[in-house]
């Protein structure tokens, strides 16, 4: 007995002390709490990086990643001070804000491309118009449209194997909604993934292929995947996602807005602000390293006057609105 | 059988051999499963993570560049939050199934106690975290904190300390209790001076597979709000401007290794994937360390022990 006790005596306050000391001499700093989409996450985290490089530790930022719909629950509780968001507030959420006295500001802070992708050994499929794509994934094709030809009779007579993002994610609402007209209404049968590097996977692996997903995932895996040129409306051009051709806002209907969402009581300390004002200043050059499509400079100067002015509210009425050009985006005025 | 040759029995024998043979096979096949499917995933970590493990990995908060990215608030979140689990779970798991197994009445309430603690550990652990999001995050106010992670992952291991704990008392011969009695001891200094001491290598066993199951679970830590990125280390007591206090960094915010893995798995840029094969060798190597200091205190225990 003598000796148990004396090794559980020594070792409780080892314990302890190792992990005491290995904390680090941080203590009350300010704190900017952010949570919400994975999609926007790159760009924040970039973002809380440099922002607690520059004010030397200071301030600290955490980022979590709880998706939009669970960013909101926490930001409508007033537990954070910035939503992370793929897609503009739905109403449910915005009544949840308004019970509970949350007042907030929404800045676009990118645009994200969905790139449908190929194989690239796949030389039928290399444009595809929205009409097409609506063939292959609404609720109707369902155990009907099962290969190639059925899209296009001009196409080879093969199984088509589809992939796409699991329906909690904000590319699966907003692609749906692009191209079947109604968030989350898709066809059920394709392999479905909430990781992108597994939609990448199995692409990559199959010629009769065909997958969906954000940008980025697409910029890193060029060597492995082809993007598929979108023809948006009947007899217009086939556009290939990039940069240029989402700021010109000629890739529609697929290039979509992803946005954070400001507490604005939050706003009112200093360290908040600040931030939001980092974020504004590098959008461009952060945005851009972690592979998105940047809004023009303008735009993040309309974000830094929206929040000095506070322009509460959103300006997308608690629905997604499809196929909106920055330019559009800009002119749209907030409600709350 | 007296009437049979020398031959035959020799016959005989083999044949049972033969079998014993067979069944050697089928274990050694058995084994390996488990073993080469470890030491596969092992080598691929190996060769995936093993160039990126350096001091500055170690010493560097997660960064947007995987090269500069770092594992320094996961290893440390993951040592703090263990260490509340360690310090609720094992008193608590001890203390209770010393009662169930020296106390308790045998009667029904018993009997609806010690099923419940046995189903309890198969329960599947995001239950634990959505019953720690109710209880620890919003009605105790804790937080989404060390502690709330630490607390919910003692919730989850409990079933595993108790039920270890319990076969290791009961494998205390009877004799020892009825000698203790004999000399006139108590329950309590019968358990204290002796059933305990004795037990000590079977709990530790169990309380180490109980965190090393807890130290790689995700789903509740997600549930109760641990976070992605963040660059910053819980307060040390009585350090900083104004001082923190000696138990501030229970309250602190949080990410743990499997959070940090699972973050760079799901980056496109294959960097972070390596990345990821890195911080799961350290977490797999911190795992087996806990291990070997269990073994290591259970063989020192264990030379004490005479009866």
């Known amino acids: ?336 | 059988m007296a009437d049979m040759t020398v031959a035959e029995i020799r016959a005989l024998i083999t044949k049972h051999k033969r079998w014993d043979l067979i069944f050697a096979t089928v274990g050694v096949l058995a084994l390996m499963v488990g073993v080469l499917t470890f030491v596969a995933l092992f080598a691929g970590m190996v060769m995936d993570g093993a160039h990126r493990l350096s001091w500055d990995f170690f010493v560097n908060f997660p960064s947007r560049r995987a090269e500069n990215a770092g594992i320094l608030s996961a290893w440390v979140g993951s040592t703090l939050v263990m260490l509340v689990t360690a310090v609720t779970a094992i008193p608590v798991g001890v203390a209770g199934a010393v009662y169930l197994e020296e106390y308790a009445p045998k009667n029904w309430m018993t009997d609806i106690i010690e099923i419940n603690v046995t189903n309890l550990a198969g329960v599947p652990s995001i239950i634990y975290g959505l019953l720690a999001l109710g209880l620890f995050v919003y009605k105790f106010g804790f937080g989404q904190s060390i502690l709330s992670a630490g607390l919910t992952l003692a919730l989850l291991i409990l079933p595993v300390v108790i039920v270890a704990t319990r076969e290791a008392i009961r494998s205390i011969p009877g004799v020892i209790r009825e000698g203790a009695y004999a000399l006139g001891a108590t329950k309590w200094q019968t358990t204290a001076d002796h059933i305990l001491p004795y037990s000590i290598p079977g709990i530790l066993t169990g309380v180490i597979i109980g965190l090393a199951r807890a130290i790689g679970e995700t789903a509740p830590i997600i549930t109760i709000g641990a976070l992605t990125f963040i660059a910053v280390l819980p307060p040390a007591p009585f350090t900083g401007d104004p001082a923190a206090g000696p138990f501030d960094w229970l309250f602190a915010p949080f990410t743990v290794m499997p959070i940090q893995m699972f973050n760079w798995t799901s980056r496109p840029e294959a960097a972070f994937h390596q990345n990821a094969a890195a911080a799961g060798l350290v977490l797999v190597v911190m795992t087996l360390s806990m291990n070997a200091l269990a073994i290591y205190i259970r063989y020192r225990l264990r030379k004490n022990i005479k009866w």
């Open chain 1, 1 to 336: 007995m003598l000796k148990l006790s004396r090794i559980a005596l020594a070792a409780l306050p080892a314990a302890f002390a190792g992990a005491l000391c290995i904390a680090a001499p941080v203590a009350h700093a300010q704190l900017v709490k952010i949570d919400g989409s994975s999609t926007v996450f790159p760009i924040t985290e970039a973002m809380a990086e440099d922002f607690q490089k520059s004010t030397k530790g200071k301030v600290k930022v955490t980022v979590g990643i709880s998706g939009t719909g669970g960013g909101f629950k926490k930001f409508c509780r007033g537990e954070t001070d910035i939503s992370d968001a793929s897609r503009p507030i739905l109403k449910k959420e915005m009544d949840d804000c308004k019970a509970a006295g949350v007042q907030y500001i929404e800045m676009p802070v990118a645009y994200d491309a969905l790139t449908v992708v190929i194989h690239r050994d796949n030389k039928w499929a290399q444009t595809l118009t929205v009409a097409q794509l609506k063939k292959m994934w609404e609720p109707s094709a369902q155990g009907n449209v099962k290969t190639w030809k059925q899209v296009n009779p001009a196409w080879p007579d093969q199984p088509m194997k589809l992939f796409g993002p699991g329906a909690d994610s904000g590319t699966f609402d907003y692609f749906t909604e692009a191209v079947n007209g109604k968030a989350k209404s898709s066809r059920g049968d394709f392999t479905a993934s909430e990781d992108d590097n597994v939609l990448v996977q199995g692409v990559s692996r199959d010629v009769n292929a065909l997958g969906y997903f954000g940008y980025a995932y697409y910029l890193e895996n060029q060597d492995k995947l082809q993007a598929v040129g979108i023809i948006g409306k009947e007899g217009a051009k086939a556009v290939l996602p990039s940069f240029d051709s989402v700021v010109n806002g000629s890739y529609q209907p697929l290039a979509r807005p992803i946005f954070i969402y400001v507490n604005a009581k939050s706003l009112e300390r200093p360290e908040v602000k600040d931030f939001v004002e980092f974020y504004m200043k590098n959008g461009d050059k952060l945005v851009r390293e972690v592979k998105y499509v940047p809004l023009p400079a303008k735009a993040y100067t309309h974000n830094i006057e929206s929040a000095d002015k506070k322009v509460l509210g959103t300006k997308f009425g608690g629905e997604n609105k499809i196929g909106l050009t920055i330019e559009q985006l800009m002119q749209l005025e907030a409600k709350l």
